[in-house]
Structure formats: structure tokens, C-alpha cells
């Protein structure tokens, strides 16, 4: 357990601050260890956790269930430090679950509990803020859709009323004037609603409101099997097919104790790493499309689609979705595609080389994103960001590296690390990502053993949990599963790095012009679905 | 005769008219292919605007009068200041009546329109880039009489027939003034016409749009109108500056020979402006808003040394 060596000391700060650790054990949730706590203590627990220098990671809620309601809401919030994983556990009763909110030591907690509180109605008595966030206009007050009681399918009206009264926060002044965009917007992304407070050209403000893809993933998780979680946890976030699939499959292989077969887990990676060389490559181009650079686009657009056809030769999907079942993976490489992907491999290394020259080098180009977009390295490491959006701001920390599952546990997988912050860094460590994730795959191909692809999943015992772990391409995935008595999930909650994103987004566009805002926004490149569920 | 120049005069107007959507669709063809890519047919930019013609015309409920006239004032400018730049000859008799002063006020007079479009329906996005254009225009239309003044003082005149007249009279002189003037000119040209690096006309994100985001409510016919105004000051831009700095080739005699030739150089001429064209936004990516005014700036810097140049190595030469 040597990346919990501070557990030790975090918990002898606990214990000055008089919090009482009921119980704690290393197994539930391995490889975090779980801390039960009373909730009167809840707060004081995120207060001493951040003075101690950790990173939030994530809370969620669960009520036991079997054919009424529990009486006992269960709240988990994951704490991260060198590596190592605590996650603390506290109960409040049904009736009235309410305790201290995490949101004034960590603003990453800031709209993850207002999301608890819209979806299971967790009161918290001392959150800035008190407006809702993903709940929409077509649920009744004080419906909660996670509680037992309510039908997946809700109780919606006839007629939904428009989201017209959100009330954002409005900046008063000479020459002060607010633009609102979308949610519906031009060019196929998806749908979120940005509210503009700016001067002439300069945004003095941002504020998002989203959950408009809110899909109710969380809810229509239970009662599913393992498999049918699988092919849900693809669909969290469609770009993130693989590592959300991974994340939910290792939690569920960590809560049964499943034996992954090592030629699955190499097959996961390398799908892993597919994954990522996809979206860099499609992300960096349309960066540069955003400051009407054309030519990038056209040239990273191509290599992706090239890439993404063989993803569907190889392995069965172009975003491979799918491939992963709980045990392992759907289906094996055909036999010459060892040589076909270091074919493939090669050639994308030398195609890259030039292309991101220009991207690396370019004036032109290099005027727009240097400088543009900066998130200085406290708030990277205050909201928790991960992934390229972190690594861009100095916050060297990657699952893949720092807290490694098999089989990276076998290989060393090399984090760029850039400091300036800017929409110029995240490109940079984008691109050498791309380049590490060529090598990682090549060193994953040399390793492949042979072997099984898939074991079965063994039949769960009511009431385990797992939590899964995975560096998707976005930065740090959680996935917590917990079964209930009939072997079928009883909770999923998958936390996709999007959540500490785009609040990085509102602090990173301050002080940019108007015009600056896509390319900003391109360069973190939230997902919406991940986020709003 | 007289009647043989207005009509020729009539056909040099529709013929603006006819060309001006085959210059963008060769632009974006080059572009494509300097992409790698196959791009759209030449003619798509006339598809485009057929099938524009045909689509139902949508207004916004909160859209005056003005909305709707603004397409039909818009295009009318700009046609009427085209028929003022000599395409194939010059002595026609459009251009005794109209000088460039008076093509800078009609383009003044369309932009006026667009720009009051943009804000009429109330969106943020017209109003944003209506203060764009503005804020462009102001800078790049001091700087594009600049130019044209150094031209019209080599002439004597500023009446643009009268200056590609006396150009190639002189023969092939290198003249400073000359170079400055159509540096400058190039300069205004990409900001006046939304070319990258000011603006980019084939982005779909509105928060950086300038000329699109002051027409995004338009539709069917309207759209149609707005967007074949923009093409037409496209081709007078690439005429003016084709025609004023390289005028060989241009009928000087209204006779079928003369003015076959005159097609030819001229679209030539065009052929190769719209190629650097599309070179020159192949390879530089649109600068940020706030560096517009240094870029025009620029220009207006161009001009005015071609302007001290013509005064300091040219008058008395």
C-alpha cells in the first residue's frame, strides 16, 4: 500500500480534528480505502483532506434498496493523493438527508453535489449555491428520480415548460452586455447553453448550464446485468466508448473478484490507446479549424478516419464500441493484426511528424493559441482537472503512471507535462500524446500474450461494490458498481473528468475576447454527455 | 455608338453579375486542392445560390422593414459600384459618371444597410458583428481612399477609366507610389471582402463570425441576395486591383477583337489573383480581432508612404 503511505498521517489529522472514523477497510473498494465517518463530520473531513493537499475525485449517493426504500442514504466521496485512492463513506437517514457540503474546501464539488441534490434529493446545509443544475422543468419539485419510489420513466408533463428562468448571474454596468449561445449550435457538437457577460470584446464572465443530454444513465443502470451494464457504460460518453466500458467492467470485476485473462487486458489497453490517438487527432485539427486554419483540420481529419476504419476492420466498431464485456473483450484480433497495426503504427508516426511541425511551429498559428486560454496551475489543482486540460497546467498526474492497472502496471508510460497552461500547452501535450500512445502500443504488441480473451464473470454476492479507475483520453475515469441481492446492479455512478473541465473552462476564458471562446472551449473539449448523465 | 457602349456598358454590369459566383467557386477549389482535398464542383457557388432562390423565405417576427429591404439595398450598392470598375474597356459610359469616390461612398451605403440589418432583429450574434464590421470598415475605408488618391494623382483624375487610361499610356514605368498603393489596396481588399486573415466566410461558429454573423437570420432569397453582394465584392476588388495595377490587355477600343482579348487578360488575371488568394489563406490562420486594426493600420501606413512617394520621387519627374 505504498501509495496510501499518508493515510496514516491524514488520519492522525482526523483524529486533532476530532473526526471519528467509525470503521475503514481496504477491500470494498480496493485499491481505495474506504473510511466510514459519521456525517456530522462529514465537512470537517473535506476540510482536513484539503489542507492536507488532496485532490477531490467525486461523490455520490445510494440508497439501499430491496422491494421498499432503506432507511439509510449512503454518500461516498473519493479523495485522491500520490496516487492513492480514500474513499470516505458516511450515512444520513432518508428522511432527512442532510450534512455539510465539500463545495467550500473543493469547488470541484460545487455543481456534482447540486446534481446529487437534484437527482436524490441530498440536502446540503451549507452549498453556495442553491439553484438547481441538472434538473430539468419536467420534474416535479420534490421528485427525485435515483429514489426508489419513481418509475424510470418519471412522470413527465404533457407539456414542458422552456428553461428560460435559470438565473444566471448578471453583471450590471455602462457597456455591459450579455450573448447567450446555444444549446442549440451550429456544426455537430452537442447541446449546452453558454451565457456571455462581456465588455465590447472582452468576456467578463462565463457561466454554463448544462444537462441538456441528461439521459438518466444512473437510473436506468439498475436492475441491469453485468453485460448490459457494459454495453450502457459505452454509452456514457460516445468518444469515451472504451474507458468508460472499462472503468464500469473493472468495477464490477473488482467487486466479484473476476481473474481478467492478461491477453484481454492488453487487448483492452491497446483499444484504450486507439481511443486516444482518435480524439487528439480529430481535437487538434479542429483547434486549428477554430482559428481558420484549415489545412490542419483537413490533414488530422483524414489520419483519424483512416485510424478510425481500421478500428473497424481490427476490432469490430469505429469507435470500438461494445468491445468490452465484463471478463474481457467481445472478440479477438484476426491473426495478421499484430503486423497490420505496427504497419498502421509506423505509418501514422511518419505522417504525424509533419503535420504537427506546422501545428508545433506555425506563426500564424502560434499567435492565436499561445497566450489564449490560460488556466494557471492553482486552479487546475484546486478543480481537480486531469487528463491533457491538467497536464497542460502543470499537474503531472495520470492513472496510467501514478496508480497503474494491469497491464500498465507492466509497461512505463511517460506523462508530458507543460506548464504555461495555455490552449498552445493543451495542444502540445495532445501531440505528445498522440506520439506516447504510438510507442505504448507498439511495447503492448511486443507483450500481447496469448491466452483466453474472456472469463466468466462470477455471480455476484448482494451488496458488493467495485470502483474502477481508468485513464481515459479525457484524464481520470471513476466508475462506482454496487449489486444488490438478485446479482444485478443496484448503483452505477460513472464520473467522467468533464465535471472538473468545464468549470475550468469558466475560469480559463476570463479576461479572453468573444472570438476567442471556440477555440478555448475546443482545447478542453468537455464531453456533455459524460457530464449531464 | 453611343448606343454600342451602353450596351456594351450594360453587358460589362451583368456580367459582374455572371462572374462573380465563378471567382469564389474557383478560390475554394484551389483552396481545396492546396487541402489535399477534391472540393466542390466550380459551379457549386451557383448552385448554392439557385437553390437559395428556391427556398421559402423565413423573417423573424421581431424584424422591421429594414430587414427586408436590406437585401435588395445591399445588392444594388454593391452591382451599381462594380459597374464603376472597368472589367473589359474603359471609356464606357458608366464610367464617366462614376468615380472611385463614389464607389467607396456605395460600398459605404451597402454596408451601412448590412450593418443595420445585423442589429435589426435584436440577436447578439448581428449585433456583435455588425459592431465588428464597423469597427473594421472605420479603419480600412481612410486606408482605401489613401490608395486610390495616390492612383488618381499619377492621373490627374479619379475617375478610374482616366487612371487606366493614363497607366498605359505611360508604358511600363516602375512607379514606388504604384507598389505601396497596391500593397495597401490588398490589405483593405482581404478585410473590406472577409477574407482569412480578417474573417473567416467558412466558419460555422458564430461567436468569431464578422460578415456572417450580421446576415445568420437571413434565409431563402434574402440570404441568397447578401450572399451574391458579397461574391460581387469579391470580383470588384479582384477587378480593381487586376485592372488598375495590371491594366494590359483592356479593351481601349470598343471593337469585338479588342474586347475578346480584354475578357481573356482579364480573366486571367483573375484566375491568378484568386490563386494567390487562395495560397495566402491556405497558409496563414485568421489573427485575433484585436490585431485587425494594426493590420489595417498597416495599409493605411502603404498608402500613405505610396502617396509621400509619389509626391517626393514622382511630381516633377
Known amino acids: 500500500m505504498s501509495r496510501l503511505d499518508w493515510l496514516s498521517e491524514y488520519l492522525a489529522r482526523l483524529i486533532d480534528e476530532h473526526v471519528v472514523v467509525r470503521s475503514g477497510d481496504a477491500q470494498g473498494l480496493a485499491p481505495a480505502h474506504r473510511l466510514v465517518l459519521d456525517s456530522e463530520d462529514w465537512g470537517a473531513a473535506a476540510r482536513v483532506a484539503a489542507a492536507f493537499g488532496c485532490r477531490w475525485a467525486g461523490v455520490w449517493g445510494d440508497v439501499e434498496a430491496g422491494d421498499s426504500e432503506g432507511t439509510q442514504l449512503t454518500l461516498r466521496a473519493a479523495l485522491e493523493r500520490d496516487g492513492g485512492f480514500v474513499v470516505l463513506e458516511t450515512e444520513v437517514p432518508v428522511t432527512f438527508p442532510v450534512l455539510a457540503s465539500h463545495t467550500n474546501h473543493f469547488p470541484a464539488a460545487d455543481r456534482m453535489e447540486r446534481h446529487l441534490r437534484d437527482l436524490l434529493g441530498v440536502g446540503f446545509h451549507d452549498h453556495p449555491d442553491a439553484r438547481r443544475w441538472v434538473r430539468h422543468q419536467a420534474w416535479q419539485e420534490n421528485e427525485f428520480p435515483l429514489r426508489h419510489y419513481v418509475a424510470a420513466s418519471g412522470h413527465p408533463p404533457l407539456r414542458t415548460r422552456a428553461d428560460s428562468d435559470y438565473p444566471f448571474l448578471r453583471i450590471q454596468g455602462n457597456g455591459v452586455y450579455e450573448i447567450p449561445v446555444g444549446p442549440v449550435h451550429a456544426g455537430i457538437i452537442e447541446p449546452g447553453h453558454f451565457r456571455f457577460q462581456a465588455m465590447g470584446e472582452e468576456v467578463l464572465r462565463l457561466e454554463e448550464r448544462l444537462g441538456y443530454t441528461h439521459k438518466g444513465i444512473e437510473k436506468i443502470a439498475v436492475g441491469r446485468d453485468p453485460a448490459a451494464l457494459a454495453r450502457l457504460a459505452a454509452r456514457v460518453s460516445g468518444d469515451s466508448t472504451v474507458a468508460h466500458a472499462w472503468a464500469a467492467c473493472q468495477a464490477m470485476e473488482r467487486a466479484t473478484h473476476c481473474q481478467v485473462p492478461p491477453r484481454a487486458l492488453f487487448l483492452r489497453a491497446l483499444m484504450a490507446e486507439r481511443e486516444r490517438v482518435a480524439n487528439h487527432l480529430g481535437d487538434i485539427g479542429a483547434i486549428c479549424n477554430d482559428v481558420g486554419f484549415a489545412f490542419a483540420h483537413m490533414q488530422c481529419g483524414r489520419l483519424r478516419e483512416l485510424w478510425q476504419r481500421s478500428s473497424h476492420a481490427l476490432f469490430g466498431h469505429r469507435f470500438m464500441m461494445d468491445a468490452l464485456i465484463p471478463g474481457g473483450v467481445a472478440r479477438d484480433l484476426p491473426a495478421d493484426a499484430p503486423a497490420r497495426l505496427r504497419a498502421e503504427h509506423a505509418a501514422l508516426r511518419r505522417e504525424i511528424a509533419p503535420v504537427f511541425a506546422v501545428v508545433d511551429d506555425h506563426p500564424s498559428l502560434d499567435d492565436r493559441l499561445i497566450g489564449t486560454g490560460c488556466l494557471s496551475a492553482a486552479d487546475a489543482r484546486l478543480l481537480g482537472c486531469t487528463g491533457y486540460v491538467g497536464k497542460a497546467s502543470g499537474q503531472a498526474f495520470d492513472l496510467r503512471h501514478d496508480s497503474p492497472y494491469a497491464p500498465y502496471d507492466r509497461l512505463h508510460v511517460d506523462v508530458p507535462v507543460q506548464q504555461e497552461g495555455d490552449v498552445a500547452a493543451r495542444v502540445r501535450v495532445r501531440m505528445e500524446e498522440v506520439r506516447i500512445s504510438l510507442l505504448l502500443m507498439d511495447r503492448l504488441l511486443d507483450l500481447l500474450p496469448s491466452g483466453p480473451i474472456a472469463a466468466t464473470l462470477p455471480q455476484p454476492a448482494g451488496g458488493t461494490t467495485g470502483l474502477g479507475l481508468v485513464e481515459g483520453w479525457r484524464g481520470e475515469i471513476l466508475a462506482f458498481v454496487r449489486f444488490g441481492a438478485d446479482g444485478r446492479i443496484a448503483r452505477y455512478f460513472p464520473r467522467d473528468p468533464s465535471w472538473f473541465t468545464w468549470p475550468a473552462l469558466e475560469r480559463l476564458i476570463h479576461g479572453n475576447i468573444v472570438p476567442d471562446f471556440p477555440v478555448c472551449n475546443k482545447s478542453v473539449n468537455g464531453s456533455y454527455s459524460g457530464h449531464d448523465l | ?317
Not at chain 2, 469616390?101 to 451601412?112: K, N
Not at chain 2, 498605359?168 to 505601396?180: C, D, I, K, Q, W
Not at chain 2, 486594426?293 to 493605411?300: D, K, R, S, T, V
Request: glycine share 6%.
Open chain 2, 1 to 317: 455608338m453611343n448606343a454600342t457602349a451602353w450596351l456594351l456598358a450594360i453587358a460589362q454590369a451583368l456580367l459582374y453579375v455572371a462572374l462573380a459566383p465563378l471567382l469564389v467557386g474557383w478560390v475554394r477549389k484551389v483552396k481545396a486542392r492546396l487541402q489535399n482535398r477534391r472540393g466542390p464542383p466550380l459551379l457549386q457557388a451557383y448552385r448554392d445560390l439557385y437553390k437559395l432562390f428556391g427556398k421559402e423565405t423565413r423573417v423573424a417576427h421581431t424584424a422591421s422593414p429594414l430587414f427586408r429591404a436590406a437585401p435588395y439595398v445591399v445588392f444594388i450598392a454593391t452591382w451599381l459600384a462594380a459597374m464603376a470598375i472597368p472589367l473589359l474597356a474603359v471609356d464606357l459610359p458608366t464610367a464617366a459618371i462614376a468615380d472611385i469616390i463614389v464607389v467607396v461612398g456605395l460600398l459605404a451605403l451597402a454596408r451601412f444597410f448590412l450593418a443595420l440589418a445585423g442589429m435589426d432583429v435584436g440577436t447578439a450574434f448581428g449585433g456583435m458583428g455588425a459592431s465588428r464590421e464597423m469597427l473594421i470598415a472605420a479603419l480600412a475605408e481612410p486606408a482605401m481612399l489613401m490608395a486610390v488618391f495616390t492612383l488618381a494623382m499619377t492621373a490627374h483624375s479619379t475617375n478610374l477609366s482616366s487612371v487606366v487610361d493614363a497607366h498605359l499610356a505611360a508604358g511600363l514605368v516602375l512607379r514606388p507610389s504604384y507598389l505601396f498603393a497596391l500593397g495597401a489596396l490588398l490589405l483593405v481588399a482581404l478585410a473590406e471582402t472577409g477574407r482569412i486573415p480578417v474573417d473567416n466566410p467558412a466558419t460555422h461558429l458564430e461567436l468569431t463570425m464578422v460578415h456572417e454573423a450580421m446576415i445568420l437570420e437571413y434565409s431563402g432569397r434574402h440570404l441568397a441576395l447578401m450572399e451574391w453582394a458579397a461574391q460581387i465584392k469579391l470580383l470588384l476588388y479582384g477587378v480593381l486591383i487586376v485592372n488598375v495595377f495590371l491594366p494590359w490587355g483592356i479593351a481601349r477600343e470598343l471593337l469585338p477583337a479588342d474586347l475578346g482579348l480584354g475578357f481573356a487578360a482579364v480573366v486571367v488575371k483573375l484566375l491568378l489573383l484568386g490563386a494567390v488568394l487562395a495560397v495566402g489563406e491556405t497558409v496563414l490562420a485568421k489573427m485575433r480581432l484585436f490585431r485587425v486594426p494594426a493590420f489595417l493600420n498597416l495599409a493605411l501606413l502603404l498608402a500613405l508612404l505610396g502617396l509621400l512617394g509619389h509626391v517626393i520621387l514622382e511630381v516633377g519627374a
